[in-house]
């Protein structure tokens, strides 16, 4: 096991940024293994956790899925609401993630992010399956069941970036999730819900930009601001 990162939880947090280029530069095995265990360790619903996850660092099988999202941007590019300067986040770099298509076949893993709903805490008639055995969805579930994976995949992102691992979490494998789900053979009734690219970043990426605490917060009661106290002003 190597030696534990000494970046404390806060440059963690506050220097995450989403890599979508890396180098192409494994990532050490025992590194790799403390930061799946880290993704272990987030809290779940009822502690069901219910993550599987699908480790890639097969060359073969990257380029594979990179050429269904090749074939799926063409599609989602046509078809896209916004303008490409809408689509540029605060720090001008776009946001749909077709540089991370581009780059794809270099990302050393890629961490597919699945629920299993035998481990989740499930209701009656929350879903149903589909004639070739893949399940879709019937009935909303109070808090959904995505949101415990999401707190593994945080986990995974922070563990990595307090070991130098970049990363870039996305959902754009939903735009071919069967396709994916095939290459990787991911059973039926498993739901692919996300995936965590990680690397070391071959960009240059500054502090994250994001609004301030009192645009987003409200005191009590909705709509009045939460003002900062002196010192972080
Ligand atoms: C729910 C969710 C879905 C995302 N999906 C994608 C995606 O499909 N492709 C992509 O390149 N980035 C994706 N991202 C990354 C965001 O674009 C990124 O976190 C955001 O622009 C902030 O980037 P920054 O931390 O570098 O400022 C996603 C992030 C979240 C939270």
Avoid at 61 to 66: A, D, G, S, V
Avoid at 101 to 113: C, F, N, R, S
Avoid at 178 to 198: H, Q, R, T
Avoid at 204 to 210: E, I, Q, T, V, W
Wanted: negative net charge; glycine residues 6%; charged residues 25%.
């Amino acid at each position: 096991m190597s030696a534990l990162s000494e970046m404390s939880v806060r440059d963690a947090i506050f220097g995450l940024r989403a890599t979508r280029i890396f180098q192409d530069k494994p990532i050490p095995e025992e590194i790799l293994d403390e930061v799946l265990e880290a993704a272990t360790m987030a809290c779940s619903s009822g502690n069901t956790q219910p993550w599987e996850f699908v480790v890639v660092t097969d060359e073969e099988l990257k380029e594979q899925i990179q050429a269904e999202m090749v074939d799926a941007f063409s599609v989602i590019d046509a078809e896209r609401a916004q303008t490409e300067a809408q689509l540029t986040d605060r720090s001008g770099r776009s946001v749909t993630g077709r540089a991370a298509v581009t780059h794809l076949h270099k990302v050393p893993v890629i961490v597919v992010v699945c629920w299993n709903p035998e481990r989740g805490i499930r209701l009656k008639g929350e879903y149903a399956e589909n004639a070739d055995g893949t399940l879709r969805e019937t009935r909303e579930i109070p808090g959904g069941r995505g949101v415990s994976l999401f707190q593994s995949a945080q986990n995974l992102m922070l563990a990595s970036r307090a070991h130098g691992v970049s990363s870039l979490f996305t959902t754009f494998f939903f735009l071919k999730r069967e396709e994916i789900k095939k290459i990787l053979g991911i059973p039926p009734n498993i739901f692919m819900e996300c995936a965590v690219f990680l690397g070391y970043g071959d960009e240059k990426l500054g502090k994250p930009k994001r609004l301030s605490v009192p645009e987003v917060t409200h005191r009590n009661r909705w709509g009045t601001t939460y003002e900062l106290s002196a010192e972080r002003s």
